[in-house]
């Protein structure tokens, strides 16, 4: 199997895009990195969604205590 052709079968393979199966023998080292990235995808959706969250809780903690009473 090519470089191309890992990409194409396993690139998206943790959204259940493209092969199910992993190769079972013989794995060059292109798939085991096509591989390897197509897990950290998961990483990198939490972490923007975990920089996002404590960016909007930031702002939204630092004009709560702005506000002043009413009184």
């Known amino acids: 199997m090519t470089c191309a052709e ?9 959204l ?7 190769p079972r023998a013989d794995i060059s080292l292109c798939e085991q990195a096509v591989l390897i990235g197509s897990g950290m995808i998961w990483n990198v959706y939490f972490g923007i969604l975990a920089l996002a969250s ?13 506000t002043r009473p009413a009184g």
Do not use: D
Request: charged letters at 15%.
């Open 6 to 14: 890992a990409v194409q079968a396993y690139a998206l393979r943790s």
């Open 16 to 22: 259940g895009i493209g092969e199910r199966l992993l």
């Open 54 to 66: 404590g960016f909007f809780f930031a702002v939204a903690l630092a004009m709560a205590k702005n």
